[in-house]
């Protein structure tokens, strides 16, 4: 059996396959070394019957995350995995690469993760560059649930929103400075906090305030990512994560501002990034 995961800060996606025509397919909490440790990550796949299920048939594990960019961050989820899957190959890569291979496959072009975070890289057909982007909620993330998250709470707050939207805010959360200056600054994950209220916008995304920090935000990214690359205009730019599926219009808005080639938009990449691990096995 074959095991494929792809991993954002907030959730994971996973495929295990059995045979030809038989997947199980799950999700559970995600895994960022940045925010857990390997005893964590056992912890956590431990509460998980897909997993406790089959991990003794599990031959090889290809698991791509947020926060695995580097080799001490992929130690420490390979290590956490290998506990969990001791009869199995285990390898780790980020979740940016795992978004190219979903969206690109061999075909050169950008894939931008906008998920919980955000980044960019350029696949020229055989392997990915990243740049210098990728530097996490606090210094960049532009575009991202964490950035979008920090617009509302920072409107709310300031007391920039108009009634209805407050009214309507205040209505889900019962929040103050105090409580956001804790889950921020003093409880792990803060960038899946801040993300978590990225869903309000959704919900109230024909509101005008809304609509300019959703422009704002995009364009931000386009700016600061994609407009930077040489030669972005002769290649598709692809999209990957909830905040590029579900505001997929306002992306491709800005795309069309800037005369960027929109490609793919697609919610998870763990379909595709299935396929082509099959298609390299074979």
Not at 25 to 41: A, D
Not at 71 to 89: C, H, M, Q, T, Y
Request: charged share 20%; with cysteine.
């Amino acid at each position: 059996m074959i095991l494929v995961a792809d991993s954002g800060s907030s959730k994971a996606d996973w495929i295990i396959i059995k045979s030809e025509t038989e997947r199980v397919e799950f999700s559970t909490k995600g895994i960022n070394p940045f925010f857990v440790n390997e005893k964590e990550i056992c912890k956590l796949l431990s509460g998980y019957d897909e997993i406790q299920q089959y991990n003794s048939k599990i031959k090889e594990v290809h698991f791509f995350g947020a926060g695995c960019s580097s080799p001490d961050k992929r130690e420490i989820v390979s290590n956490g995995l290998s506990k969990v899957f001791s009869k199995a190959f285990i390898n780790v890569e980020d979740d940016v690469l795992g978004a190219v291979y979903a969206t690109c496959g061999i075909n050169k072009g950008f894939t931008c993760v906008l998920g919980t975070g955000s980044n960019i890289a350029f696949f020229d057909g055989e392997k990915a560059n990243y740049g210098i982007h990728g530097t996490g909620y606090i210094l960049g993330d532009e575009g991202s649930g964490a950035y979008f998250g920090k617009k509302m709470l920072t409107a709310y707050l300031y007391g920039l929103m108009p009634a209805s939207l407050k009214k309507a805010f205040e209505t889900i959360y019962q929040i103050d400075k105090e409580t956001v200056i804790v889950n921020v600054y003093q409880k792990p994950s803060p960038n899946i906090y801040l993300a978590s209220f990225s869903r309000f916008m959704y919900k109230q995304r024909n509101d005008k305030l809304i609509q300019a920090i959703l422009f704002e935000g995009f364009e931000d990214f386009a700016k600061t990512h994609i407009l930077r690359q040489p030669g972005y205009q002769s290649y598709p730019c692809h999209f990957v994560g909830s905040i590029s599926f579900f505001f997929q219009d306002v992306v491709a808005e800005v795309c069309k501002m800037h005369k960027i080639k929109l490609g793919k938009v697609m919610a998870s990449p763990i379909n595709g990034l299935t396929e082509y691990i099959l298609g390299k096995s074979s």
